[in-house]
């Protein structure tokens, strides 16, 4: 808000930044349409410094936000710009790294010729798998998509083989559900019904996690409200200080030049009265003068 973005030295880098942060927090906080906006953001000022690969990126990462909202259209348009901007600029890493989500949407409407061209995309181009076809860490949710896909073509223990890796990476939900698909298809009783209390009880703690964070992200709400209250109150009470010295100083100024008008006045009054003393005085002694010569002449006679 403060930034003059007209400014020819304005620091769009710094403005690109707090955009990008913006859209983390508000994809924290579930509010897609707003991530959506300030990704936007992130990309137009990531252009204005030259930033290309923060452009792409600012492009790409609405991609989640449209999922969210269910979007496949928007959603499939925008991964595609993002995957061939980053195509054009020969970088092939960063275009595979925004295929999971689509390839995720692939699977979910059955899609598995589709998504099996995008995932070979992904694990051979994206720099992201090992030798031995572990994915990085960080990006151990991809198990899911490789789980649902065999699944999908029937070789199930391919498919529990993923799941499992999936459970261990800590996606236990997810995990948990992929194996309530397995045990179906396998006809297996105890096993189904074992996970099926296990993602039963599983939700119910994702609940108390999202219930928890809910409270904590009204709390900071809460909090941030109340010390822009408070901040509001004290600005209140400054301008209405301010206001009464000004009325103060005011009547000051009002009674000087009231005291000053009538102290002119009285001296005008004053004056007056002194001239016309004085000039009955000089009147008197005129009078005077002329009672004593008559009194000399009446004297001499």
Known sequence: ACADTLSPDCDYRTMMSIYGQMATLYDKQVMPLEEIEANKQTSKYALMCGDTTNYIKGIELQVRAYNYLQDTTKMFETANTAYKLFLNRGDTAQAARALPVPIANK??????????????????????????????????????????YFLGIGKIDSAEYYFRKLSDAGYTLDAYAGFIQIYKERNDADSLSLYSLLYLREMDLHFSKLNMESVRQTEAMYDYARNQQIAYEEK????KAHRALLSVAFLFILSVIAGSLLYRRKAKEKAREISRVANLYLNASSLYEKAREEMEQMELN
Request: aromatic residues 18%.
């Open 236 to 239: 209140m009470k400054r301008e």
């Open 107 to 148: 699977l979910r409407y059955g899609k598995y010729d589709e998504a099996k061209k995008w995932m070979q995309i992904y694990e051979t181009k994206s720099g992201l798998f090992d030798e031995n076809g572990n994915i990085t860490p960080r990006y151990s949710h991809y198990y899911n998509s490789k789980g649902k």
